[in-house]
Each structure stands twice: as C-alpha cells, then as structure tokens.
T-cell receptor, first 114, second 111 residues
Framework: DSGVTQTPKHLITATGQRVTLRCSPRSGDLSVYWYQQSLDQGLQFLIQYYNGEERAKGNILERFSAQQFPDLHSELNLSSLELGDSALYFC?????????????FGSGTRLTVV | DAKTTQPPSMDCAEGRAANLPCNHSTISGNEYVYWYRQIHSQGPQYIIHGLKNNETNEMASLIITEDRKSSTLILPHATLRDTAVYYCIATSGAGSYQLTFGKGTKLSVIP
C-alpha cells in the first residue's frame, strides 16, 4: 500500500457518459498529480494541484476537469466519454510541488468506455 | 526536461546485477536524474534519484557519469519481481515538478 488511494479500481461506462475518479493523497502530501496511461500513449501528465490550487496543466482535454478539495483529496471528472478515453488513470502525490523524494503513485483506476 | 534515451528492452538472469543505461546528453546543471519502475500496470514506483554524485538506497544504485550525460541504474541482485518497465527521467524539479515519462526499458528477469 503506497498510501495514495484511488477509487474505484475499475469502471466500465458507455460513450457519452460522465465519470468521476477519486484520489486521496498520502498523509501530509499537499500536491496531487493526475496521469493517463493508454496502450499507445504511455504515461501522460494531465494536471497538478497544490494545496487546492491548480499548479500545472499537461495534455488534459477540455472534456476533463479536476479539483482538489480542502481535505486535499482530488477528483478527476471525465465527461462526454469516447472509446479513446479508455485507459488507466493514475494519481500521484508529493509533499510539495518539488521534492527530493519523488512522487508516490496510487494503484490506478482502469476506465473502460464501451 | 532533458530528453532521455533508454534501450527498449533488456534481459537479466535472476541473481545477477541488472545494469540499465540512460542517456541524457542535453541535461542541464540543475536537472536531477530520477528512476521509476512500473510493474505490470501497477502505479509507477520511485526508485532513486541523483544530481551528480552516485547514490545508493535499499533498492538500487545510481551511477552518474562525471559529465552527467549518462547514468546507469544498478539492481545488484535481480529477482523475478524486478521484471518491470524502468523509466529514466531528467527534470529540474522546480516549479510545477511534473514528470515526463518516456517509453522506458522493459527489463525481463529470467530464472
């Protein structure tokens, strides 16, 4: 157990639907990062939050959004889902926005869009 | 982040040292070298990082050349559980500190 909790572990939904992925960072970590991993794209950085505020954006589609709440958990919202959104979604956390100890990743949410 | 180049795959016999190379010839002075690994669709796992000195922890050793243009991750006694994709990343860690993962090296530890 890495200390980063992601729920649900698996999600199957239909095209056009909306889903929410949840991440609880490791205790004491202020920063949360979201990554998408599909078979053909590898690990792609989506977005980072630090202590409730958006810090950096990567290759995140406009149909996707995220937020970090006061208790530091984060949610990634995916809407108007397409088949190509099927992927593993990982959340990671770190103590702050820059650290000497690297990220700690969760075990991921496997999203299947049918 | 500086571009890194790794071999796509490597084999290593169980119990032997696994030496995974990484080229980062355009690395800048303030960029660290980080190593992560991902075991079969699990979340990536931090292994080790360094700036210019060699580093060792309970998992591995990191050897960085004096000119910092390349590095080697060493798993001293590889086990079957070390079979994974290993990612080498060069980043300054400043500001937003997002990690950019390449394709990595698929290490297969063979019995």
């Amino acid at each position: 157990d890495s200390g980063v909790t992601q729920t649900p572990k698996h999600l199957i939904t239909a095209t056009g639907q909306r889903v929410t992925l949840r991440c609880s960072p490791r205790s004491g970590d202020l920063s949360v990062y979201w990554y998408q991993q599909s078979l053909d794209q590898g690990l792609q950085f989506l977005i980072q939050y630090y202590n409730g505020e958006e810090r950096a954006k990567g290759n995140i589609l406009e149909r996707f959004s995220a937020q970090q709440f006061p208790d530091l958990h984060s949610e990634l919202n995916l809407s108007s889902l397409e088949l190509g959104d099927s992927a593993l979604y990982f959340c990671a956390s770190s103590v702050d926005g820059q650290t000497n100890y690297g990220y700690t990743f969760g075990s991921g949410t496997r999203l299947t869009v049918v | 982040d500086a571009k890194t180049t790794q071999p796509p795959s490597m084999d290593c016999a169980e119990g032997r040292a696994a030496n995974l190379p990484c080229n980062h010839s355009t690395i800048s002075g303030n960029e660290y070298v980080y190593w992560y690994r991902q075991i079969h669709s699990q979340g990536p796992q931090y292994i080790i990082h360094g700036l210019k000195n060699n580093e060792t922890n309970e998992m591995a050793s990191l050897i960085i050349t004096e000119d910092r243009k390349s590095s080697t991750l060493i798993l001293p006694h590889a086990t079957l559980r070390d079979t994974a994709v290993y990612y080498c990343i060069a980043t300054s860690g400043a500001g937003s500190y997002q990690l950019t993962f390449g394709k990595g090296t698929k290490l297969s530890v063979i019995p």
